[in-house]
């Protein structure tokens, strides 16, 4: 018996770490989403790969050394000579700082961009975060009526026999029973469906459930329409990292420019030849630049500035509609859902199932009181869902949080900062 209570006792142990594990909040799922992502990670490369074309422009070009020898001879005498020198072109004197620079800017909109992508990935996490923990909510909610309805069920069949009810009316309440059952199945393969896709994002092992913890979400927007589009225009950073690209294409067009000076080498050397002659040696090359002025890559620049610039504008304009429709889609649905949050529904169907106990109300009241409990459930549901998901597509059309509450590493657009 001792030994059965303390392989007890250690299974309890044992087991209690596994189910913590199964808890994740809010901040922990958007933590293992930037480590799991592949597009998170496609771009970690492209800042990577931009670091080092940002330091292959910064280094400074090979020095190329030569040795020559000439030994002649004749009949009557010998002639020798040999010169050994070093040359480097020297335009990366002027064309460097340009490179460098266009670069740097390059390298800046990459990592605009990676931010960028991990706020995408909060949005979708967050989104399905809460519409899990509301269906889970929701599903445990409709669970205990289809408890409490099934024990009234059972109660009716009781007073069928006794002769209280009709076979009509018991045949209406399993209908009822069944309608509910089929709705907290669809609610749970909705609850399911929400709960693979954050496992998806996460990288968590689809076998093992997982739990969220209630989070607390304040989402009350202090701006006006035109202050939040003006807030976007500053703060996104895909409006940031294009500006940078637009900047270093600016650069990358000067530096084409400077490419029209033609290579020029230098070289100094040392020569020695018979009958003790030596001396320095030192030669210029340069290339006249006649046909080939780097026109191309010069035309090619300027056309890819144009477009880049043209995008732009149409970048600003799609912020702007998506801020307008963002904002109303939020109005909206915080509107719906504050009204649907002021009723008093929680205890219609307890109080229904009671007064139909005791002879208080009807069949067809019972009944309604039923469909009008599970239909508000459902439909607030919905809507708390909907403002949430809009609440979040507003802040990403901002471009950062406008909740003092900090999440992950997003930008905080508390009132105070922006005023």
């Known amino acids: 018996m001792r030994l059965f209570r303390l392989f007890f006792v250690l299974s309890v142990i044992i087991a209690?770490?596994?189910?913590?594990?199964?808890?994740?909040?809010?901040?922990?799922?958007?933590n293992m989403a930037y480590q799991k992502n592949i597009d998170l990670q496609k771009q970690f490369v492209a800042i990577k790969n931009a670091e080092t074309d940002l330091g292959g422009s910064a280094r400074l070009p090979n020095p190329l050394f030569s040795y020559s020898r000439e030994d002649l001879k004749s009949n009557f005498s010998n002639y020798n000579e040999w010169i050994a020198s070093g040359s480097i072109p020297i335009n990366f004197l002027w064309e460097r700082w340009s490179n460098i620079d266009s670069k740097e800017k390059s390298l800046e909109a990459q990592k605009f961009l990676y931010?960028?992508?991990?706020?995408?990935?909060?949005?979708?996490?967050?989104?399905?975060?809460?519409?899990f923990?509301?269906?889970?909510?929701?599903?445990?909610?409709?669970?205990?009526?289809?408890?409490?309805?099934?024990?009234?069920?059972?109660?009716?069949?009781?007073?069928?026999?006794?002769g209280d009810i009709s076979e009509y009316e018991l045949q209406r309440i399993l209908i009822e029973l069944n309608k509910l059952r089929a709705t907290a199945s669809k609610i749970e393969l909705q609850k399911i469906k929400f709960e693979n896709g954050l496992k998806l994002l996460i990288g968590f092992d689809t076998n093992i459930r997982i739990h969220t913890l209630s989070p607390s979400l304040k989402k009350e927007v202090e701006f006006t329409e035109r202050e939040l589009i003006k807030i976007a225009l500053d703060n996104r950073n895909d409006v940031k990292a294009f500006q940078l690209i637009i900047e270093s294409e600016n650069l990358n067009l000067s530096f084409n420019k400077l490419k029209i000076i033609p290579e020029i080498n230098f070289t100094a050397g040392y020569k020695k030849q018979t009958g003790d002659l030596s001396g320095s040696v030192l030669q210029l090359d340069f290339e006249i630049p006649l046909f080939n002025r780097n026109q191309t890559l010069i035309e090619q620049s300027e056309i890819q500035l144009s477009i880049l610039e043209k995008e732009m504008l149409f970048l600003e304009e799609k912020i702007k509609m998506e801020v307008v429709e963002s904002f109303h889609n939020y109005n909206v649905n915080k509107n719906l859902f504050e009204d649907i949050n002021d009723l008093q529904f929680k205890n219609i169907f307890t109080t229904a199932a009671f007064s139909y106990e005791q002879g208080?109300?009807?069949?067809?009241?019972?009944?309604?009181?039923?469909?009008?409990?599970?239909?508000?459930?459902?439909?607030?549901?919905?809507?708390?869902?909907?403002?949430?998901?809009s609440f979040f597509k507003l802040e990403?059309?901002?471009g950062g949080s406008l909740t003092p509450n900090l999440i992950g590493n997003e930008n905080n657009l508390g009132a105070k900062e922006i005023k």
Request: glycine content about 2%.
């Open 360 to 389: 208080e109300i009807s069949l067809v009241e019972f009944i309604d009181g039923i469909n009008a409990f599970i239909d508000v459930l459902i439909l607030r549901n919905e809507l708390q869902i909907n403002y949430n998901n």
């Open 396 to 398: 990403k059309a901002v």
């Open 133 to 162: 923990h509301n269906h889970s909510a929701l599903s445990q909610s409709l669970d205990k009526t289809l408890l409490r309805l099934s024990n009234l069920t059972e109660a009716g069949k009781h007073r069928l026999v006794e």
């Open 16 to 30: 209690i770490p596994v189910i913590a594990q199964n808890k994740i909040t809010l901040d922990e799922a958007i």
């Open 115 to 131: 931010e960028n992508f991990k706020r995408n990935i909060t949005l979708k996490v967050r989104e399905n975060y809460y519409a």
